[in-house]
Nanobody
Framework: QVQLVESGGGLVQPGGSLRLSCAAS????????MNWYRQASGKERELVAR????????NYLDSVRGRFIISRDNALNTVYLQMNNLKPEDTAVYYC???????????WGQGTQVTVSS
């Protein structure tokens, strides 16, 4: 049974940091590109960051580049999203997704809420 379980979301003040984790099971994690998406209330889901199978290639949404860092640990079957200097516009439900091909998602997690507010 495929599972992606996100954790680490919460309420943080502007300028603060959070680290999201996504623990994977039920598939060969090291064979999948991993993605972090987010969906704000009333908006479409958007790609925030993605990372290749080996972790050597990474892409970021322009508005988070330089503030967010995606990484993965294939030994732990986990992908991370370090989010620094958070802004109110980063408020959203954050989802991780696994894809066999770059740019696709075959499996989704249930999401974790991130709220940036003073």
């Amino acid at each position: 049974q495929v599972q992606l379980v996100e954790s680490g979301g919460g309420l943080v003040q502007p300028g603060g940091s959070l680290r999201l984790s996504c623990a994977a099971s039920g598939f060969t994690f090291s064979s999948y590109a991993m993605n972090w998406y987010r969906q704000a209330s009333g908006k479409e889901r958007e790609l925030v960051a993605r990372i290749t199978f080996t972790g050597t290639g990474k892409n970021y949404l322009d508005s988070v580049r330089g503030r967010f860092i995606i990484s993965r640990d294939n030994a732990l079957n986990t992908v991370y999203l370090q989010m620094n200097n958070l802004k109110p516009e980063d408020t959203a439900v954050y989802y991780c997704g696994a894809g066999t091909n770059w740019g696709t998602v075959d499996y989704w997690g249930q999401g974790t809420q991130v709220t940036v507010s003073s």
